[in-house]
């Protein structure tokens, strides 16, 4: 008789145990496909796609003159429309420039995260930060490698929309005094 209620409790329990990963299952590929799926910030960044010039004016210290430079901009979308990938030629203290972004909104997250590399150095900049519909920016802000000391510093990125054409793009870092300074400003037209 023991035997029976312990292969019963047993099964029972086994049971149990199958319905729950059953449920834990499908609630995980419910999280994963919304997760995988683009949404309204995937098309945001979609609007965003194509060719773009780029008059750009940078500051080393806020005291000296700005230097300026221009650039093109190709952004494209991939990974079933999950991430913008851009890529920036041109110019920048007189020497050629080239840099890469990945801009991605993580559904999970509910932010945006974006990734920068460039030929001006080794690092990679990493940024997260929210889109703001009412004032139609996209504000970003994460940590660089500071050359000098080898070490994260801040950075801040914020991106207006002028118009469907237009975009705006302030980019602050620490400065020499360690404290922070608007470095980069470019504003970027869509090629007709």
């Not at 995988?36 to 008059?55: C, E, I, N, V």
């Not at 004016?57 to 990974?79: C, H, I, Q, R």
């Not at 150095?121 to 970003?140: A, C, F, P, R, Y």
């Not at 620490?174 to 970027?188: I, P, R, S």
Request: hydrophobic residues 40%.
């Amino acid at each position: 008789m023991k035997r029976i209620i312990f292969l019963l409790t047993f099964s029972f329990l086994l049971l149990q145990l199958h319905t729950a990963l059953a449920q834990d299952q499908a609630a995980m590929m419910k999280a994963y496909q919304a997760f995988a799926t683009p949404g309204p910030m995937h098309k945001l960044m979609d609007s965003w796609k194509g060719s773009w010039s780029a008059d750009v004016t940078s500051w080393m210290d806020p005291k000296t003159p700005p230097m300026k430079s221009t650039a093109t901009v190709e952004n494209t979308m991939a990974l079933n429309g999950l991430y913008q990938m851009g890529h920036y030629i041109g110019t920048m203290m007189g020497a050629p420039f080239e840099g890469y972004s990945t801009l991605a909104y993580d559904n999970a997250k509910k932010m945006f995260v974006d990734t920068w590399v460039d030929n001006m150095g080794s690092g990679v900049v990493i940024m997260m930060g929210t889109w703001n519909d009412k004032t139609k920016t996209l504000s970003l802000s994460g940590t660089q490698t500071n050359a000098m000391t080898g070490k994260d510093s801040p950075i801040r990125q914020e991106t207006k929309l002028i118009d469907a054409n237009t975009q705006k793009m302030t980019m602050y870092g620490e400065g020499m005094d360690g404290k922070e300074m608007k470095f980069m400003e470019a504003t970027m037209k869509r090629a007709m």
